[in-house]
């Protein structure tokens, strides 16, 4: 750059000296919530021939200054795009092209008090002849990073900004639009939904955030159950914008998540068909082309039980992107279940992950290994390469864990000192070892050490009953408490569980199972209430619960005639018994989504069926939020 404006709307750190250290021009001026406001006055500063503007949390790509520099040069170009990527939180950035280098005119001035545009006042400038090419260059974007919009607060800036703009103008689209945006960041999903149908009734389908619109609505729509209406919406989309692969993608979502795999397929086929859109013809999340759907098909064929082809997409998906553990991880699951190996599973994945940290390489290996029970495999190859890591340490130990080799897991647990977040967590972990140990360990002078003060004062109060002298009743509804039961039944440790269940009160087999299947269930906790409900059953303590405890477990693990048996034992002691008849009815609705999941996979399209499932389905996906969505 030749010039650098700086305005400053009221910094409190050390913005405008850095700025001037660089050779800024500085300038000031009060803050009042118009975005084109502060925008103009900006240009106003300006001398050069053009205009190159970039916000405080953006960043120009890197050694673009050759071909940037070479922009300037065709005279007879009004302006061009650049291609933002917004970096979102799972790492999959959002594209759109936006207008950031034009020529310094007097009429090129900005609109919009938020989302302020220019592009359309130089066409108009230019009675809509204006010559817009596209740089080809990156601009990435920071600011949506939930940090930094925490905080700085944006979410209440841009709702207080977008209301005021829709006060004033409340036909405009793009303002309706914002405002919608705005009102999802507050939860407020009803209204959001208000404001992106009116929207779409007053823009022109040729806008290029238009396809945007029927996104947000269509997940609004999913979040609020009403699944008809959306797909109506994703029928639309499809309509006007068939080769937008982002409208694709959210339709397979939709149907992976109501069960109907074979129009799922088909959406996300389309998807890999249409490919990663990188024009800049539609605002489009990274990955709906490639890798996404490609992690759908897995899922898919995983279902299915067609394994071999769940593998190929997965590590299809992986060779395009690779930087989340979460994607591995459904890997060596699937390796795990097509194998039931471990050491071919160590093959497949030591080729999988590539890294040109080769300690690192190893410690995701382990990992990769510890996520399937194959802990032997895990601790063999944490071999010299990693062997001083705290992260290598703590993984070491927690496989020792699993092993029920507490003295090990101890010792190396112990050797984690560096990391502060890792010390942390490996200092809940010797807490357990402690206990586990025969002979059970004191672990007091390890729980003054937690920084958690909350879980501290749990972890004491359990410790001082473990040792056989009781200060104080543990809390029974504290989440601390409910992590270390979790935690402890990961180990396969009922029996400690269940001495502390006693010790807190709980002294009969009905008390302890009515603790432990209270929300938020997990599978862990429901497998020791039914085995506590059938070693009673086995007793002769012929009372309801346990049959609906049973019921619940094999309803949980889809064995619904098993199920259904349980449930009917406990009608009989309790025909009116509310939550008994709540079951029987998700019982029946399984039973009953199975079948017509069956007729779909041989009958698709039949619009019946489908709306069937849609009817069946539509409160299950309440809430649930599309990845695909912008």
Known sequence: MDEIVVVDTGSDDNTINVAKQFGAKVFYRSWDDDFAAARNFSISKATGDWIFYLDADEELEPDCSGRFRALADDLDVDGYLFQISNLTDSHD???????????????????????????????RENSGKARILNSGINIFHYGYLLSEFTAKNKAERNFRINKLMVEEEPDNPFYLYSLGNSLVNRNDIENAAANYRKAL??????????????????????????????????????????????????????????GHLTRSELCFKECLRLGEQVQGKYTTRTGVGTFLPLFGLAQIYRTRGDLNRAIYCQIQGLKIKNDNIQDFIVLARLLKESFQDGNRVLEVLSKAIVNHDKAKETLILARL?????????????????????????????????????????????????????????ALQELVLAHWLSAPPRDAGPLI???????????????????????????????GCLREIVERLLTLKQAGTVLNILTVCGLESPLQKIDYLINAPLNNHRLELAAKLALV????????????????????????LDTAQNMLHHALTGGPQTI???????????????????????????????????????KDALKHNRLEGVH
């Not at 759109?96 to 359309?120: A, K, M, S, T, V």
């Open 93 to 123: 950035s959002i594209r759109h092209i936006n207008l950031r280098l034009f020529r310094n005119l007097p009429g090129y001035r900005f609109e919009g008090r938020l989302h302020e545009q220019i592009l359309d006042v130089i066409m």
């Open 579 to 617: 939550h008994y008849r709540e079951l029987l009815r998700e019982i029946y609705r399984k039973q009953t989504l199975n079948i017509l999941l069956a007729a779909l996979e041989m009958y698709p399209d039949n619009p019946g069926f489908n709306k069937q499932l849609i009817d069946l389905r």
């Open 201 to 258: 009734t007053h823009l022109s389908t040729k806008e290029n955030y238009a396809p945007s619109v029927f996104i947000a609505l269509i997940a609004c729509l999913t979040r609020l159950g009403r699944l008809a209406e959306a797909l109506e919406q994703v029928e639309k989309c499809k309509s006007l914008y068939p080769d937008y692969v982002d409208i694709h993608f959210v339709e397979g979502e939709i149907y992976a998540k109501l």
């Open 536 to 559: 009673e059953l086995k007793k002769g303590a012929n009372l309801a619960d346990f049959y609906f405890v049973l019921a619940w477990y094999f309803f949980t693990n889809d064995e």
């Open 448 to 478: 003054e050490k937690i920084e958690d003060q909350e879980l501290g004062r749990v972890l004491q109060i359990v410790n001082e009953f473990l040792a056989g002298h009781p200060a104080a009743n543990p809390p029974l509804e504290n």
């Open 369 to 425: 290994l510890y996520e399937v029970e194959e802990h032997d495999l895990a601790l063999s190859v944490l071999d010299e390469s990693c062997a001083h890591a705290d992260d290598a340490h703590y993984l070491q130990g927690l496989a020792l864990m699993k092993k029920g080799l507490y003295g090990d897991a101890i010792k190396s647990l112990e050797c984690v000192q560096n990391d502060a977040a890792v010390y942390q967590a």
